[in-house]
């Protein structure tokens, strides 16, 4: 079993507390790892050897900040089935998954250091003929990433990416089912030059450590991606410091199949949003809408294809389609959402409940027909292999339908007609929309959710703006 420590001011060290996070790998429901479980002590050591490390990272050329990023994504890549393994056992990945995730997370490293001699101020025409107005970009300061277990390795990357090639540094601290990959990576970033205190990595809970990285008077910024409570929560906390948060936050996504649809393609498109990683995604298909013409002959197809899906142990070879849900508790609130959809009236299609492999929190791929609207099982976020179908005949009512709830993060449309394609995503209030293929964003798009799916997003150009302030400058002559 390994153990874990905290990574602060560029050297891995024990935890002020004395207490641990144990990791249990949720398909075997072994203990495969401990991690500190920090408390506010670590909180402002990570913190003081971060402002302490800021000024003189950010006088750095971009492309020497960058260098850096390409020696993490050299790292990761040398030890990329370890990672990848690690990973799988955390958090019940499948295997495949899990090796796509570490090599993304490579690729990721990579695409931000190529941003060095990109990103650029402005310079604006000024009412004075003898004046320039320059807008520079500058380094926000103490960023602290607070990351969820559905992709730990990936948003990690997601935050340490661009803020250190902004001149930002940063404090992560991983969500505490996950924190094992999380560590590998600081003992390999700890192997490196790296200027003492640039990157720092301390575990603990999101109630004690969260929160007092949140209040600490000298972090700058905060972004969390994780369930909508908790932004909630961080929000009210950064009030008091008027803090910018960029927050990451639940999806209800809607899929919406119309007539002239390729049925096939829908089908493998809605399945494979739903059921990747135990429908464990903020931007999984949570809802599908068909088209009253195709409904019957749509949930026969989707229902074989779900039927199909296999799940079982991450490391199986074959893999199966998913494996575990990461906790009982996730697995028994599914199952409780999926009971009050059936006795508010839904019909079950296929699966409906828990399955028992001997170990592992497993849920059965499930199709739910006949949910109303404003039920929900429509409304709110499962984060499981369970979707309810909604037959439609309308279109301006099934627009309506998709954009009708508290989240905003994805949706799709599935059609051949061009003119359709235009209309629905002019008509789609959603931060991403998907046209004819599975819910997955890139990582030179902007992930950025609607209404209570967040504030600000990540990725590409915009997610690097994040870590930057402007600063403007008249010089008159
Ligand atoms: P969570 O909100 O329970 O935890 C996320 C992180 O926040 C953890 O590290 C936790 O310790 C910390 N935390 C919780 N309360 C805090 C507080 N008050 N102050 C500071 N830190 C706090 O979320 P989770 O269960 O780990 O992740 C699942 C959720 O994340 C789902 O709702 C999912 O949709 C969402 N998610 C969103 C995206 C996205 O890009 N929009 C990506 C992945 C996951």
Redesign the pocket.
């Known amino acids: 079993m390994e153990t874990y420590q905290q990574f602060i001011n560029g050297a891995l060290v024990d935890s002020h507390s004395a207490e641990w996070i144990e990791v249990e790998n949720p398909y075997t429901n072994e203990i495969v790892a401990r991690a500190p479980k920090g408390d506010e002590c670590d909180a402002d050591r990570a913190v003081a050897a971060a402002k302490a490390a800021q000024p003189a990272w950010a006088k750095w050329a971009p492309v020497a900040r960058a260098a850096y990023l390409k020696k993490f994504a050299q790292l990761i890549r040398d030890n990329r089935v370890e990672l990848a393994r690690t990973l799988a056992s955390e958090q019940a990945k499948i295997m495949p998954l899990a090796q796509v995730e570490i090599d993304v997370t490579a690729e990721y490293f990579d695409y931000y250091a190529g941003w060095a001699r990109i990103y650029e101020g402005e310079i604006i025409n000024s009412d004075d003929p003898r004046e320039n107005i320059l807008l520079f970009q500058k380094p926000i300061g103490v960023v602290a990433g ?6 730990p390795f990936f ?1 990690m990357a997601r935050k340490v990416a661009p803020s250190l090639l902004a001149g930002c540094t940063t404090i992560i ?5 996950t924190p094992a990959t999380t560590f590998a990576f600081a003992r390999l970033a700890a192997s490196l030059d790296l200027p003492a205190g640039v990157l720092n990595i301390i575990s603990g ?3 004690t ?3 007092a ?2 209040r600490h008077p000298d972090v700058d910024m ?1 972004s ?8 909630q ?2 929000l009210r ?1 950064a009030a008091d410091k008027v803090m910018k948060t960029s927050l ?4 209800k996504a809607p899929a919406i199949v119309f007539p002239d649809a390729d049925l096939d393609l829908a089908v493998s498109g809605v399945t494979d949003s739903r059921l990747i990683y135990s429908g ?4 999984c298909c949570e809802r599908v809408y068909v088209h009253a013409s195709i409904y019957d002959e749509f949930v026969a197809k989707l229902k074989a294809s779900f039927e199909a899906a296999a799940y079982g142990d991450p490391f199986a070879d074959p893999a199966p389609a998913y494996s575990s849900q ?1 906790d009982a508790a996730q697995l028994e609130k599914i199952d409780a959402m999926v009971q009050r959809a059936v006795a508010a009236g839904a019909e079950v299609v296929t699966g409906g409940g828990p399955a028992d492999l001997g170990s592992g929190y497993f849920y059965q791929p499930t199709l739910l027909a006949g949910a109303t609207q404003d039920s929900e099982i429509v409304q709110k ?1 499962v ?1 499981g292999p369970v979707l309810p179908i909604v037959k439609w005949d309308d279109y301006d009512q099934v627009i309506a339908d998709a954009n009708d709830v508290e989240y905003g ?1 994805t949706s799709s449309i599935f059609t051949t007609n061009v003119n359709t394609v235009m209309q629905a995503i002019k008509d789609l209030n959603f931060g991403e929309t998907y046209v004819n293929r599975e819910h997955f964003e890139g990582i030179q798009g902007f ?1 950025a ?1 609607w209404r209570k ?2 504030i600000g997003g ?1 990725d590409g150009k915009h997610g690097l703006y994040e870590y930057l302030q402007s600063q403007v400058v008249y010089v008159r002559y």
């Open positions: 607070i990351c969820p277990w559905n992709f948003v601290k991983p969500s505490s089912n809970s999101g109630a450590m969260g929160k990285l949140v905060v969390l991606t994780g369930s909508v409570e908790a932004g929560e961080i906390d990451e936050l639940g999806g464990q995604v903020c931007n990461i976020e984060f993060l992930h959710g799916s967040g990540a």
